[in-house]
């Protein structure tokens, strides 16, 4: 319903003859009466027509005695917002001057015709423009738009009836000046409500209608805190489609991730990862888009800046996709595809990576990798989605080296600690085994390994070097819950030393630490400490039987040579014996025959006498 009153003045009539009626005047009026079907203008003010309700406008005009407009002007209210509108003839053609008020952004967006469905309350918004006809149709214009944190400025000119018929068409120069522009891409529509996203914006670019939107060419300065260039078009059909290509200095993956998983602004975390719930991303009506990118760096977020980088970002209703990701790393080549999905609460993510020709040189181990993962999780917080990733892979390494891993500590060890040169003391047992390791290394031919990720920590397979006298396997893990690696090198005696019971020597070097900080390494021998003990203890009574034997055949050899002392004591004392017997047998038979040949002397004295 309209109601309206129309009030009039005009000059007395002269009685002289009126002027005639201007050719353009009466070409104009034929016009009318012949195209009555409603045009785009109209149409998009039928379709605008609840959101403008109610409106008050007032028109006045002045025309001079030819009845040609010298003056008009409007006013009004429409919606609460207020508008209005002053033009007059000047050089053959009309100035105008227009200006807009809204004490809510979101609702003059609404009313200008963009659908969104952003909150109120984010701020007013002021719009002044300045136009000039031209002759031959054209129209100069100079304009600028307040919003909350943004001003928006255009300056160019155009053919008002092409840009009503939607006819391609060179428009000027737009520009964006924003300390802060979330509150405008909220009140747009693009960021959902509640986040705490944050970046100012100071670009401009050539802007351009075509056949199925706005087009904008020659984008250049600065955008949340990065350089930016390139081209691209808004395309108006469904919900909205934002098509472009762009060259940045520098890309950051997390601040792309934000995007599905929300801004949180300078929160201090209680881990590596937020432990609280996800903040607002995009906003599910937010237009799709396919923005092919080009970065001069590229911020990956766990192995720091690479670049260059070129990748396509793709937006959707609750998804933030990263497709055809390719960038150098560490001598070789990164690739990779990533989505982030957002389902209220809930999260998830899932990526493809792959390395080929990466080197690395740590403080534990160097050499070459190739590489693929894939990796999958959800949660409703970050801290809850990393821990949740899984997935598996394969990797290729080549030319390994292991620092400070020299061969020969574990027989070194074990012969210490026979000969007591090393104290059987777990931590002089590790001290002895660090320092020979840590002069030479060690190289290995190429290996393939299997990668696995589960509850958020990527392990590899072991790699392994062998000798004639041990073997040693490494293995590497990253636990992406705490941002922490580590690599163990396990070694083992290949034979079992004398003495030794259970499983075969062995000990376990283990280098620590952040990702992308110093990695410590410690030397566990516990398990070759209690063999090393029982292999002493072993030992020990051997020896002990030993001496325990050599002192029962020492007492057995003592007995036996004093039973042979007696027995040659005896056999000498028998001998003696025997001879003394055999003396005083001769000696009384001496004796005797002395006693006979005196008696017989005496007889044959006797005899003689």
């Given at each position: 319903?309209?109601?309206?009153?129309?009030?009039?003045?005009?000059?007395?009539?002269?009685?002289?003859?009126?002027?005639?009626?201007?050719?353009?005047?009466?070409?104009?009026?034929?016009?009318?009466?012949?195209?009555?079907?409603?045009?785009?203008?109209?149409?998009?003010?039928?379709?605008?027509?609840?959101?403008?309700?109610?409106?008050?406008?007032?028109?006045?005009?002045?025309?001079?005695?030819?009845?040609?407009?010298?003056?008009?002007?409007?006013?009004?209210?429409?919606?609460?917002?207020?508008?209005?509108?002053?033009?007059?003839?000047?050089?053959?053609?009309?100035?105008?001057?227009?200006?807009?008020?809204?004490?809510?952004?979101?609702?003059?967006?609404?009313?200008?015709?963009?659908?969104?469905?952003?909150?109120?309350?984010?701020?007013?918004?002021?719009?002044?423009?300045?136009?000039?006809?031209?002759?031959?149709?054209?129209?100069?214009?100079?304009?600028?738009?307040?919003?909350?944190?943004?001003?928006?400025t255009y300056e160019g000119g155009f053919l008002l009836p092409a840009l009503l018929?939607?006819?391609?068409?060179?428009?000027?120069?737009?520009?964006?000046?924003?300390?802060?522009?979330?509150?405008?891409?909220?009140?747009a529509g693009v960021l959902a409500p509640g986040g705490s996203a944050r970046g100012?914006?100071?670009?401009?670019?050539?802007?351009?209608?075509?056949?199925?939107?706005?087009?904008?060419?020659?984008?250049?300065?600065?955008?949340?805190?990065?350089?930016?260039?390139?081209?691209?078009?808004?395309?108006?059909?469904?919900?909205?489609?934002?098509?472009?290509?762009?060259?940045?200095?520098?890309?950051?993956?997390?601040?792309?991730?934000?995007?599905?998983?929300?801004?949180?602004?300078?929160?201090?975390?209680?881990?590596?990862?937020?432990?609280?719930?996800?903040?607002?991303?995009?906003?599910?009506?937010?237009?799709?888009?396919?923005?092919?990118?080009?970065?001069?760096?590229?911020?990956?977020?766990?192995?720091?800046?690479?670049?260059?980088?070129?990748?396509?970002?793709?937006?959707?209703?609750?998804?933030?996709?990263?497709?055809?990701?390719?960038?150098?790393?560490?001598?070789?080549?990164?690739?990779?595809?990533?989505?982030?999905?957002?389902?209220?609460?809930?999260?998830?993510?899932?990526?493809?990576?792959?390395?080929?020709?990466?080197?690395?040189?740590?403080?534990?181990?160097?050499?070459?990798?190739?590489?693929?993962?894939?990796?999958?999780?959800?949660?409703?917080?970050?801290?809850?989605?990393?821990?949740?990733?899984?997935?598996?892979?394969?990797?290729?390494?080549?030319?390994?080296?292991?620092?400070?891993?020299?061969?020969?500590?574990?027989?070194?060890?074990?012969?210490?600690?026979?000969?007591?040169?090393?104290?059987?003391?777990?931590?002089?047992?590790?001290?002895?085994?660090?320092?020979?390791?840590?002069?030479?290394?060690?190289?290995?031919?190429?290996?393939?390994?299997?990668?696995?990720?589960?509850?958020?920590?990527?392990?590899?397979?072991?790699?392994?070097?062998?000798?004639?006298?041990?073997?040693?396997?490494?293995?590497?893990?990253?636990?992406?819950?705490?941002?922490?690696?580590?690599?163990?090198?396990?070694?083992?005696?290949?034979?079992?030393?004398?003495?030794?019971?259970?499983?075969?020597?062995?000990?376990?070097?283990?280098?620590?630490?952040?990702?992308?900080?110093?990695?410590?390494?410690?030397?566990?021998?516990?398990?070759?400490?209690?063999?090393?003990?029982?292999?002493?203890?072993?030992?020990?009574?051997?020896?002990?039987?030993?001496?325990?034997?050599?002192?029962?055949?020492?007492?057995?050899?003592?007995?036996?040579?004093?039973?042979?002392?007696?027995?040659?004591?005896?056999?000498?004392?028998?001998?003696?014996?025997?001879?003394?017997?055999?003396?005083?047998?001769?000696?009384?038979?001496?004796?005797?025959?002395?006693?006979?040949?005196?008696?017989?002397?005496?007889?044959?004295?006797?005899?003689?006498?």
């Open positions: 319903s309209a109601r309206a009153r129309i009030t009039s003045t005009r000059p007395p009539r002269s009685t002289s003859t009126p002027p005639a009626r201007p050719a353009s005047i009466t070409t104009r009026r034929a016009k009318a009466r012949t195209s009555r079907q409603p045009g785009r203008f109209s149409a998009g003010l039928k379709a605008r027509a609840a959101r403008l309700s109610p409106a008050r406008l007032t028109l006045k005009a002045r025309s001079g005695p030819d009845l040609a407009l010298r003056e008009a002007s409007a006013s009004g209210v429409f919606a609460g917002t207020r508008g209005s509108v002053s033009a007059q003839t000047a050089a053959g053609g009309i100035a105008a001057h227009v200006e807009i008020v809204q004490d809510d952004v979101a609702t003059l967006l609404r009313q200008i015709g963009l659908d969104t469905r952003g909150p109120a309350r984010l701020g007013g918004a002021r719009i002044v423009a300045d136009l000039t006809t031209q002759e031959g149709g054209r129209t100069r214009a100079k304009a600028s738009a307040q919003a909350p944190g943004a001003r928006l018929e939607g006819r391609p068409q060179a428009l000027g120069t737009i520009g964006l000046d924003a300390e802060n522009v979330a509150p405008l891409l909220t009140a100012g914006a100071d670009v401009e670019a050539q802007l351009a209608t075509g056949a199925e939107g706005l087009v904008f060419d020659g984008v250049r300065g600065w955008a949340f805190g990065t350089r930016v260039t390139g081209s691209g078009r808004v395309l108006a059909s469904g919900r909205g489609r934002i098509e472009g290509r762009l060259a940045l200095e520098r890309l950051a993956l997390p601040e792309v991730a934000a995007l599905a998983l929300g801004f949180f602004g300078d929160v201090p975390a209680k881990t590596a990862w937020s432990d609280r719930a996800f903040a607002p991303g995009l906003s599910p009506d937010a237009p799709d888009a396919s923005v092919e990118i080009d970065a001069a760096r590229l911020d990956t977020g766990l192995v720091g800046e690479t670049g260059p980088a070129r990748v396509k970002l793709s937006l959707g209703s609750g998804l933030v996709r990263l497709e055809g990701l390719a960038a150098p790393l560490g001598g070789g080549r990164l690739s990779a595809d990533m989505a982030w999905r957002r389902d209220g609460r809930e999260a998830g993510f899932s990526g493809k990576f792959a390395v080929e020709g990466v080197g690395f040189d740590a403080a534990s181990a160097k050499g070459g990798v190739d590489a693929t993962l894939e990796a999958a999780g959800s949660g409703r917080n970050v801290a809850a989605l990393v821990a949740a990733l899984g997935g598996e892979g394969r990797a290729t390494i080549s030319d390994l080296t292991l620092k400070r891993a020299g061969p020969g500590a574990l027989a070194a060890a074990i012969k210490g600690v026979e000969t007591q040169a090393i104290s059987l003391e777990l931590g002089s047992l590790e001290r002895a085994l660090a320092a020979r390791l840590d002069m030479g290394e060690r190289r290995a031919d190429a290996a393939e390994v299997a990668l696995t990720l589960a509850t958020g920590v990527v392990r590899t397979g072991p790699a392994t070097v062998e000798t004639a006298a041990e073997s040693v396997s490494a293995r590497a893990s990253l636990d992406l819950r705490a941002m922490a690696a580590e690599w163990r090198e396990a070694v083992v005696a290949r034979n079992l030393p004398t003495h030794w019971t259970g499983s075969a020597p062995a000990f376990e070097a283990i280098w620590r630490g952040p990702v992308g900080g110093p990695l410590v390494r410690e030397v566990e021998a516990g398990a070759l400490l209690n063999g090393l003990a029982a292999r002493s203890l072993a030992l020990e009574l051997e020896r002990v039987e030993a001496l325990e034997a050599d002192i029962a055949e020492r007492a057995m050899f003592a007995r036996r040579q004093k039973a042979w002392e007696f027995l040659r004591r005896r056999d000498r004392e028998i001998a003696e014996f025997e001879a003394e017997q055999a003396r005083k047998a001769e000696e009384a038979r001496r004796l005797e025959e002395m006693s006979r040949a005196e008696e017989a002397r005496r007889t044959a004295a006797l005899r003689a006498e």
